[in-house]
């Protein structure tokens, strides 16, 4: 709850090490709270103000596991292609080979739930 703000957020504090991937279709959630498809593109629009390093995949589809599955190989290449983000912190440099693991393990438990 509260994600509506991380647009705001994101345009006015200080950019953090971070490189964001973001999926979303034309027929994504949209409900009385809101549009899920608009949400991301401002979110996009964020990143891309605040300079982050960053990538918006916008299908036809809505957001789900045939569309992350099909675009997974190149995701992950895109998101570990420089190794982690060098923001002169030599101690963060430890945090691509965990947010690897972390993401794998989210792809296969999100796996096992969708096909079980």
Known sequence: RGAHNLPWVIRNTPRKPLRVFLMSGENDLSNNHGSW???S???????KYAQYPHKFVFGSGAHGMIHGASILPQTLLWLFKDGPA?????????AAPLALA???SIIVAASWLAYR
Do not use: S
């Open 37 to 39: 498809p608009l949400a």
């Open 41 to 47: 593109q401002e979110m996009a629009a964020a990143l």
């Open 86 to 94: 060098d923001f002169g912190d030599e101690r963060r440099r430890h």
């Open 102 to 104: 972390l993401l794998i």
